[in-house]
């Protein structure tokens, strides 16, 4: 099967969109706003909310540095070849290896306290000195039931102080893993270890690097959470390409590129776990990582739709439901587009899922794309309507 030619389709625009400056909703409301009484009406408003905005923001301390944060502690495999965020997981007894289906069943979900939402709450579990409460796994509809858990979650609190307590912690680990940087992180402190893909992760919010004006709910329940250490232990669970999966990767052919900005640094996405409600589809690139890098492609066959961004995504084509485009036309925003392709799912109640395809800074760039992928699968490709990107 030779590529497809796409090209011809990429900066194609229907002729109601061609010479349309602005949406004709705008378009009203500008006529509506030249009348006298409501020009001056929304004049006041728009002129008591800058106001307001001021004051508001007037009290902010300066923000700390914009930075991407420390880099992490890259951690070696241990004598026995194995992963020692793994080893750590198992020493504190938490279920990594079971499917969510199969803990559900034996650990009843619970309301948590601070959050007001159920989770699952283990108890038994090894936690540090100065957990707030045991180590917790979140519940959501959208979680594959036959795949394991794959992030544990603990709050850490020694003193009124987010600086000290993020230390603190960080000690508490450095003598099991050895040490990792902590620094500023946007509005946070941060630190993290890295193991394959497999992470734990380490996050404080300093009261001065903070809005005064936010609200949480939580927060007034437990003070303490507003200085508190946020613990992440993720797995990095990745299923391996099956036998023919493989076949399929192997002899794939290309369809199309993606754009290079929904693709992690160079080398990064061999070592990017995937996000929780992608884990049923994503798997390991292994070696074919070269090949398959920021493509669209399918077998000869057209057995599965392999996609290739953050992550490797292998979509069998009798999972494959079909493709939606969301178009943005430039307002405070720059407008564009962006496919996304509707898949099967395991659990229970969700008709499908969607995984990101494509971008476009064209609002009509990946339009031509999604309508040739419809055809080459056999399914629709549903185009919306124009919005503005506001």
């Known amino acids: 099967m030779e590529p497809l030619d796409i090209r011809r389709r990429m900066t194609q625009r229907p002729d109601a969109a061609k010479g349309q400056t602005r949406p004709p909703r705008l378009t009203k409301g500008l006529k509506l706003w030249h009348r006298e009484p409501l020009r001056s009406c929304i004049g006041r408003r728009v002129l008591d909310f800058f106001k307001r905005l001021r004051r508001a923001t007037a009290a902010i301390p300066p923000s700390p540095t914009y930075s991407p944060g420390p880099p992490p502690a890259q951690l070696d495999k241990a004598l026995d070849g194995s992963n020692p965020l793994h080893q750590l997981l198992n020493q504190l007894g938490l279920p990594w290896k079971e499917t969510r289906q199969q803990v559900e069943a034996r650990v009843i979900a619970s309301l948590d306290p601070f959050y007001r939402r159920n989770a699952l709450f283990f108890p038994d579990a090894v936690r540090p000195s100065g957990f707030l409460q045991p180590w917790t796994a979140s519940l959501f509809e959208r979680y594959a039931p036959d795949a394991p858990i794959v992030r544990f979650s603990g709050l850490a609190w020694y003193t009124d102080d987010a600086g000290a307590n993020i230390d603190r ?62 613990v992440s232990l993720l797995t990095g669970f990745r299923l391996p390409l099956s036998v023919e999966e493989e076949r399929w990767v192997a002899d794939a052919r290309p369809i ?16 990017t776990a995937p996000g929780e409600t992608e884990v049923e589809y994503a798997r390991d690139p292994a070696g074919y ?77 990946v339009t031509g794309l999604g309508q040739d992928l419809a055809i080459l699968f056999g399914t629709a490709c549903d185009i919306g309507p124009y919005f503005d990107d506001v």
């Not at 003598?175 to 497999?198: D, E, F, I």
């Not at 199309?256 to 070592?271: H, I, Q």
């Not at 599965?304 to 925003?333: M, N, T």
Request: include cysteine; charge should be positive.
């Open 169 to 230: 912690i960080a000690d508490y680990f450095a003598a099991r893993l050895g040490p990792a940087p902590v620094g500023k992180q946007y509005n946070t402190l941060y630190g993290r270890w890295q193991a394959g893909t497999a992470s734990l992760e380490l996050q404080s919010w300093p009261h001065a690097w903070q809005s005064p004006n936010l609200q949480n709910d939580a927060h007034a329940r437990e003070p303490k959470l507003i200085t508190a250490c946020r």
């Open 256 to 271: 199309a590129e993606t754009r290079p900005f929904l693709s992690p640094n160079p080398g990064g996405l061999a070592n």
């Open 289 to 365: 990582l070269p090949q398959v890098r920021n493509r669209i492609s399918c077998p000869p066959g057209r057995e599965a739709l392999i996609l290739c961004s953050h992550q490797l995504f292998v979509l069998p084509a009798r999972d494959v439901l079909g493709f939606e485009v969301l178009r943005l036309l430039p307002a405070k925003g720059g407008g564009g587009s962006s496919l996304s392709v509707r898949v099967r799912t395991p659990c229970r109640g969700v008709p499908y899922k969607t995984l990101r395809v494509s971008d476009h800074s064209d609002p009509d760039g």
